[in-house]
């Protein structure tokens, strides 16, 4: 082979090799894309909640619609709060902040809870605080579907006491019942366990309960404590005793 066919050779083999090389450089670079390619979400839910699908509660967070797309959009539900001025069989009127009053009307499937207790419609007596939620028609009229009463609060200087009552003086000078039973709770400063003898004439005292259509309160709750002027039981006299506070005031409901 003479010095010119054998550099031709050799030329056609180097061409040979490049060409391989390239060809097995584009084949992995395909297969490289393939691979990095996500296959294409799918919509999914969890069975019993449609509205809930990916990315949380559906799409974006919380998504379309409330909770995911066809979730639940929230709904504002119609609600009327005051004082209770007025009680017929099928309605009641209260007096609201500012001064107006409006009338709620009652059905047969309206439901009544105080404290978290169910309650009778007789609950509803003049003077005890409500909400009410329900439904509101074209004319603006209410109707309640679920009235929750807040409980009532008496506070005073204990006047007398019987086994079933505390007769309260508040500082408004006016006297107020305070019924009692075997149900009603005790908490008295400095005695456990507390009792209806544990309370005694000339504690201040502070009942929660159910304010009655006479102007009396069922209590639920008793809480009581010798006065600033009275020392507790073994504390000692003069200057070694300590006043006992008063108990705190009911953060909600209404008070006599």
Same mark, same amino acid.
């Given at each position: 082979m ?29 297969a ?10 799918q ?32 709904? =504002?539900?119609? /609600? !009327?709060?005051? @004082? *209770? $001025?007025?009680?017929?069989? #099928? %309605?009641?009127?209260? +007096?609201?902040? &500012? ?18 207790a ?8 003049v ?37 079933g009552?505390?007769v =309260?003086?508040? /500082? !408004?000078?006016? @006297? *107020? $019942?305070?019924?009692?039973? #075997? %149900?009603?709770?005790? +908490?008295?400063? &400095? ?26 309160l ?20 003069g ?9 705190s ?8």
């Open positions: 003479t010095p010119k066919s054998r550099w031709l050779a050799y030329a056609l083999a180097g061409a040979l090799v490049l060409v391989s090389v390239a060809a097995v450089a584009y084949a992995v670079g395909v490289n894309r393939s691979s990095n390619v996500a296959p294409a979400a919509s999914t839910s969890i069975p019993g909640n449609p509205g809930v699908g990916p990315g949380g509660f559906g799409q974006g967070g919380f998504g379309q619609g409330g909770f995911g797309q066809g979730g639940n959009r929230g709904q =504002v539900v119609p /609600a !009327a709060s005051g @004082t *209770v $001025t007025a009680v017929g069989s #099928s %309605s009641v009127t209260i +007096s609201q902040q &500012g001064g107006s009053t409006r009338t709620l009307t009652l059905t047969g499937s309206t439901t009544y809870t105080m404290g978290g169910t309650v009778g419609q007789s609950a509803l007596v003077g005890a605080r409500i909400v009410a939620r329900g439904t509101v028609d074209s004319s603006g009229n209410f109707t309640a579907t679920a009235v929750t009463i807040q409980p009532s609060v008496v506070s005073g200087t204990v006047a007398s006491k019987t086994p009552a505390i =309260v003086t508040t /500082a !408004a000078g006016k @006297t *107020v $019942t305070v019924n009692v039973s #075997s %149900s009603t709770k005790y +908490s008295v400063r &400095g005695v456990s366990p507390a009792t209806l003898d544990s309370v005694a004439v000339g504690y201040t005292v502070q009942a929660e309960g159910t304010l009655n259509a006479d102007g009396s069922t209590a639920t709750v008793v809480q009581a404590a010798p006065n600033v002027r009275q020392r507790l039981p073994g504390s000692g006299g200057r070694g005793g300590q006043p006992v506070p008063t108990p005031a009911s953060p909600s409901g209404s008070s006599i």
